[in-house]
């Protein structure tokens, strides 16, 4: 085979596939090399970071959701912490479903409305409410399940505060250290449910976001506030300190 022929060949070769060419061949392609999806942008509702969000909710919220229960319930240690996913997850689910009893509703309405409707049109209104009850509560109906549902997530968020109050109480967080820590000596805390040796987490930001943020992630570790120049000067391993939180929320 001559070096021509070689090369026609190449080009027949290449012009038999350039990947995949429907919409759909393309989204699937895209999951090829999907691993973490941390960088995700196209496929960022198919790589929660939480299994409480569904691919089409939105994670942010959730973790908010998160942090707001941080700042409620304090947690102590990182079995607290646990327990507060427990009921951060419990409550979305409970929003979750009361969601979908209003889209249920919303279409029992709608049905009822399309209807033939020979009243008035002062009694059309409660003609189509009328219509939608007895279709929503018809036979073996959804929106029972879900309120029973419901309220076993109700009983099971109250179940977990007790659990979670326990925890806070029997072990608590190590003592705060002073933020003025200029001519003080740093000393590493214990941490309460192994008893080993923890340094404290100092940082130099005073936000909020980044507070709940290490505290969420490091539940356990005392944190220091220091401004920045003091934080240069103080004598403290940093060879030891975690890595920063990628997101402060």
């Known amino acids: 085979m001559t070096k021509e022929e070689r090369a026609e060949m190449s080009r027949k ?24 999806g941390e960088h995700a942008t196209v496929l960022a509702h198919y790589v929660p970071t939480h299994p409480a969000c569904l691919c089409n909710e939105d994670r942010d919220q959730y973790r908010l959701l998160v942090d707001d229960f941080i700042a409620i319930y304090k947690p102590a240690n990182h079995e607290a912490m646990a327990i507060l996913r427990d ?11 009361q969601h979908h009893i209003t889209i249920v509703w ?16 002062e009694l059309h209104e409660m003609y189509v409410m009328g219509l ?26 109250a179940q977990l505060e007790k659990r979670l109050l326990f925890v806070n109480e029997k072990f608590p967080l190590p003592a ?29 930001e005073d936000a909020p976001e980044v507070i709940a943020a290490y505290r ?26 975690p890595i920063a939180p990628r997101k402060a929320a």
Do not use: C, H
């Not at 919409?23 to 973490?36: C, F, I, P, V």
């Not at 036979?139 to 099971?156: H, M, P, Y």
């Not at 992630?217 to 030891?240: G, Q």
């Open 13 to 36: 070769n290449g012009a038999l596939s350039k990947g995949p060419k429907t919409e759909a061949g393309k989204n699937k392609s895209r999951l090829n090399s999907l691993k973490t």
């Open 87 to 97: 009921i951060a997850t419990a409550r979305w689910q409970i929003d979750r479903l």
């Open 106 to 121: 919303n279409k029992a309405i709608i049905d009822a409305g399309q209807k033939p409707n020979a009243l008035v049109p």
């Open 132 to 157: 939608a009850v007895t279709e929503v509560f018809a036979g073996n109906n959804i929106v029972s399940k879900l309120n029973r549902e419901i309220a076993r997530l109700q009983r099971s968020i």
């Open 176 to 204: 705060p250290i002073p933020e003025d820590t200029e001519n003080e000596e740093v000393t590493p805390e214990a941490a309460p449910e192994t008893g080993e040796i923890e340094p404290p987490i100092i940082i130099t």
């Open 216 to 241: 969420r992630d490091f539940p356990s570790r005392p944190i220091v506030i220091l401004p920045a120049e003091k934080a240069e000067k103080n004598d403290y391993n940093y060879d030891d300190m």
